[in-house]
């Protein structure tokens, strides 16, 4: 649920999600650097390494409406449980951002298997996208977007919106932020 404030305007939370090194940080760096008229404030991006970063965090907004989303993004690996609680809780739409990459695909695997823990039952209700990142990569490279697919539809997530990005040159980077923030609005309009 959004939070309410004083003036009226509301706030939702969207977060990126996916395994280590899969473009979270890139996105929303692009998002931020590249876009016009989304964010609305600073990009802090906490680092763990040259790549790696604990989480990124921004204020975004679609448009001129009163409503605006809280960014974050947090890694989906063990070890990290209680930051992922902290930046999960509350959550209304979740990115999951898919690492194409044949040595990743456990990596996938484990986030999402992580996420459907934190998360349980109150994720298949959550609006979701998946981006589909590093399609720049050679084909003998990656796995296929249906690969990645039926692993959603495996885990009955069945309501999720695939995207194919390339995070590094903003190729639908937009398109899925927006994406999902009319996935939250009209979810919220229905409830
Ligand atoms: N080829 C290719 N590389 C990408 C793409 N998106 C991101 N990368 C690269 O992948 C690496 C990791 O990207 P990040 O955005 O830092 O990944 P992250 O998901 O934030 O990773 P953590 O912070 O470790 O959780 C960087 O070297 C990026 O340049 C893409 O679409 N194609
Ligand atoms: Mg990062």
Known sequence: MPQKLPD???VFKMVYFGPELAGKGT?????????????TGKLTQVRAG????FFDRMM???????????VWSVVGKKSFESLQKAILGG??????VWDAS?????????????????LKRKLLDLPMICMFNKIDLARGKRVTRKDAEEIFKKAK?????????????GKNVKNAFTLCAKKILSCYIKK
């Open 27 to 39: 996105s929303i760096r692009w998002i931020h650097d590249k876009e016009k008229g989304i964010q």
């Open 91 to 96: 959550v209304d739409g979740i990115i999951f």
């Open 50 to 53: 040259r790549d790696a970063s």
């Open 102 to 118: 044949k040595e990743a695909w456990k990596d996938n695997l484990a986030a999402i298997n992580l996420l459907i823990e934190i």
């Open 157 to 169: 997530l069945r309501n999720v919106d695939f995207i194919e990005t390339v995070a590094i040159d």
């Open 60 to 70: 975004a907004k679609i448009g001129k409406s009163n409503v605006s989303f809280q």
């Open 8 to 10: 009226g305007s509301l």
